[in-house]
């Protein structure tokens, strides 16, 4: 897969980095040459100094083979102007953008551009952490029998295994993040102060759930 | 005619003035504060707000307008205006301002664009024609 990508800063880069670590080839635009740095000296792809609107730099950084095209540069207006470009112009099949503001939203939508809005998510993200209702769902499954939801864990129970948690049939420990990573949890994983743990649950078997999370932890 | 001049820089601001001493109803969309409080101070009708959401252009009467003009100073910005004036609004005249002629191929009918001027100089010259 070939993807290009609009933007060498903190999120391009890294987007660029793995995809080219996972063995994709990337072309990176960015109109300062500077930020070619925050690439790894690994890096395979092209980087592409220059306006992102221009023709010639497109093409150089492979937009009429790419299978992906992704803009996130610091310039909402220039993410909607060039992910457009990409779709109607060059017919890159698959292209997403970044937005900070969510006053492009509308624009964005009635153009049919699949963008991701950072300001939201990250607000969406804190307000649900911040929330004191730890047993609501993330997610609902079928009419509601079995149910997604993320909490955080009580202090006192650091140090125990993740799977203690686990009751057949009923709650199974799915992901846990620590420190802004997630990771998917084995028989040694153990709990830290200040995990979030995402279970998914029996409807029915909710009220055991929040017996556990409330301090009683009867295994 | 009701002309909404979206971004009023050192350009904007003077095709507004151009066109108001031409008998036209002109509004202008600033995101600027200061810049829009000079307007303002200066006697033109302003609405401070970033003219690329459509509340802004709304807000300065977009839905009663015959003629956009997209004069900021940012090329990918004068798009979004302009497709969003055409598409959204519907506004019947979309002129767009192009700061860098290396941009031109971009400003067509596809981003809603009616004319395209890249000097200050033709752009008053080309609206005053119109409104004539």
Known sequence: MHVVIIGCGRSGSALASRLDAEGETVGVIDCNGDTRSRLPASFRGTFVTGDALRQSVLKEAGVETADAFVTVSSNDSLNIVAARVARDIFHVPHVVGRLHDVGWQPISSHLGIQMVTTVQMTVDRIHLMLAHRPLDPELIFGNGESLLIRSSVPDYLAGRRVIEFNVEGEIQVVEVSRGGHSIIPGAATTLHEGDMVSFAVASSSLGRLQSFLGGRWDQ | ?132
Do not use: Y
Request: proline share 1%; aromatic share 4%; charged share 20%.
């Open chain 2, 1 to 132: 005619m009701k002309i909404i001049v979206a971004g009023g820089g050192l350009v904007g601001g003077q095709v507004a003035r151009a066109l108001i001493a031409s008998n036209n109803q002109v509004m202008v969309v600033e995101s600027d504060r200061e810049t829009a409080a000079s307007l303002a101070a200066a006697g033109l009708e302003v609405v401070t707000g970033n003219a690329s959401v459509a509340t802004s252009l709304e807000a300065a009467g977009a839905l009663r307008a015959d003629v956009l003009v997209a004069c900021t100073e940012r090329d990918e910005e004068n798009l979004v205006i302009s497709i969003m004036a055409k598409r959204h609004l519907e506004i019947p005249r979309v002129i767009a301002r192009i700061n860098d002629d290396a941009n031109r191929w971009l400003f067509d009918a596809f981003w809603g664009v009616d004319a395209a001027i890249s000097s200050a100089g033709a752009l008053v010259a080309l609206i005053e024609q119109t409104s004539d």
